[in-house]
């Protein structure tokens, strides 16, 4: 069993950057991929970053790369989300979630467990 927190989100400013963490519980954390995911009302789940068990593998949706940096800390049991040059079109409710394996593509089925999100609100 594992279970997902996000922190980090809030209000900020076109331009401006958020750092999200998600803590998980769980002794077998380093063995699972993790990916980011947001979701604004009526729409489909979007996928955003995944990175693999060891953090050696990182992949983003087109919208946000270049902006985007997924890194974890699995001493610390934490994925991370950097988000930079924040646009208006990247408010959304956050989730963290964590896959069945080690190695994870933007796919939603991927993911057996998932946090309860954070949101993220960028003004213009």
């Known amino acids: 069993q594992v279970q997902l927190v996000e922190s980090g989100g809030g209000l900020v400013q076109a331009g401006g950057s958020l750092r999200l963490s998600c803590a998980a519980s769980?002794?077998?954390?380093?063995?699972?991929?993790m990916g980011w995911f947001r979701q604004t009302p009526g729409k489909e789940r979007e996928f955003v970053a995944t990175?693999?068990?060891?953090?050696?593998?990182?992949y983003y949706t087109d919208s946000v790369k270049g902006r985007f940096t997924i890194s974890r800390d699995n001493a610390k049991n934490t994925v991370y989300l950097q988000m930079n040059s924040l646009k208006p079109e990247d408010t959304a409710v956050y989730y963290c979630?964590?896959?069945?394996?080690?190695?994870?593509?933007?796919?939603?089925?991927?993911?057996?467990?998932w946090g309860q999100g954070t949101q993220v609100t960028v003004s213009s």
């Open positions: 990175i693999s068990w060891s953090g050696g593998i990182t």
């Open positions: 769980g002794r077998t954390f380093s063995s699972k991929a």
């Open positions: 979630a964590a896959a069945n394996t080690g190695y994870a593509t933007g796919r939603d089925v991927e993911y057996r467990y």
